[in-house]
Structures are given as structure tokens and as C-alpha cells.
């Protein structure tokens, strides 16, 4: 998708505040209303916006556990990378799940109410015979720095 200085303005805006009005969303990117709401339902067709939502702040909401979780695989056909997959897709308390090159094959973020909680949900995954062959868990003492796409990166190949 090719974008430019005021697509980014735009998404920005948007990535700061969802709720942002339909016009300040065209002041912070200096357009009229009209061309923004063009630029704006551009970007959701094209699905450079995949969703909007709110950022929760879960320290306000009660004490959790947050896990980072390496994951290796039995094997590796790609069976068994969309079997794993499938089912880490259907878990909530795995927030997020990357597939990762080197020494393990994926990289889980995971949030439950405890420690227990955590460790009954990878005995279950266990159990569920998914290709897992070894993982290890590393507890998540404080998060310094949780951030949206950096758009900057897009910058540098905008013409």
C-alpha cells in the first residue's frame, strides 16, 4: 500500500486517540473534513487500520500475571505449525503469539489471573497434544515500554 505524509498524520491521530473527532482527525492532518473522511474510509478498505479499540491499563483493574513464554516444537511441517497455531488462536489468556526465526519457534505473551492460572493453562496445551516439545517461561516482573506500530518506520519510504 503506498502512503503518504498525510495518510500517517492521519493514522498518528488515530493511533494516539480512536475517539478522536472526525474533525480534529482533518485539522491534525490539514484537510477538510470531506478529504479526510475519503483518506480515513481509504485506509480502513485497504486495511492499513485493522480495528479500532482502547488501550486498558490493567494495573487499574487488579493484580495479574504476565508470562513471556518460549515455545519449540516437535516437528515442523507446516501441519504442524498451523495446528499449534490454530489452537494458540482460540486461547484469550494468550495475548499475543509470534512465530520467531532461531533457536525456538514461537515467542507468547501470555496474561492470567496467577501463576496458577498460568501453569494450568500450559499443562493443558500439554495435554492437548499440539507438537509442543519444550517451553520456557519467563515472568514478567514490569513492563517499561508498550507502544503502537511506529509509524516513523513508515516515514523513511514515503514520498
Not at 494516539?16 to 490539514?30: M, Q, S, V
Request: proline fraction near 1%; hydrophobic fraction near 45%; glycine fraction near 6%.
Amino acid at each position: 500500500m503506498k502512503l503518504d505524509k498525510i495518510d500517517l498524520k492521519i493514522l498518528a491521530a488515530l493511533q494516539r486517540d480512536g475517539r478522536i473527532t472526525k474533525l480534529n482527525l482533518a485539522t491534525e492532518a490539514g484537510l477538510s473534513a470531506a478529504a479526510c473522511w475519503e483518506r480515513l474510509r481509504r485506509l480502513e478498505k485497504a486495511g492499513a487500520i485493522a480495528r479500532y479499540g482502547a488501550v486498558i491499563d490493567a494495573a487499574r483493574l487488579g493484580r495479574f500475571a504476565t508470562v513471556l513464554v518460549e515455545i519449540t516444537l516437535k516437528s515442523h511441517r507446516q501441519a504442524d505449525f498451523q495446528r499449534f497455531e490454530a489452537s494458540i488462536m482460540r486461547e484469550p489468556a494468550i495475548v499475543a503469539c509470534d512465530a520467531v526465526g532461531g533457536g525456538i519457534d514461537y515467542l507468547l505473551r501470555v496474561v492470567t489471573s496467577d501463576i496458577d492460572s498460568y501453569q494450568r493453562l500450559m499443562d493443558g496445551l500439554l495435554e492437548a497434544e499440539i507438537g509442543i516439545d519444550r517451553y520456557f517461561t519467563y515472568i514478567v516482573t514490569k513492563t517499561i515500554k508498550q507502544t503502537g506500530f511506529p509509524l516513523e518506520i513508515v516515514e523513511a519510504s514515503v514520498s
